[in-house]
């Protein structure tokens, strides 16, 4: 249930956290990132139910709710610059 997916969510948050404290000092920052919306990419959902990936895409597409992966790329890339 989603007990259990906000717990294992949770789990990766405070390793990031714990990992940056302790490697912070060695002048190595470990970010945490949550990209908030369906991703447009075929080559993950796209593969296991190319149908099901269509349909959400073309609703999403329709509602501006669906989220580039050039857009993600350029937020990491700013992360690491």
Known sequence: GQSAHAAAMFGRRALC?????ELG???IH???V???GMID???SLG???PK????????KLADQMIVSPVSVASSYWFLHT
Do not use: C, T
């Open 41 to 43: 990419a075929p080559e």
């Open 30 to 32: 470990v970010a945490h």
């Open 34 to 36: 949550v990209v908030e």
């Open 17 to 21: 956290q714990s990992l940056n404290h």
């Open 25 to 27: 000092q060695k002048g």
């Open 52 to 59: 099901l990936f269509e349909q959400l895409r073309d609703a």
């Open 47 to 49: 593969r296991i139910a």
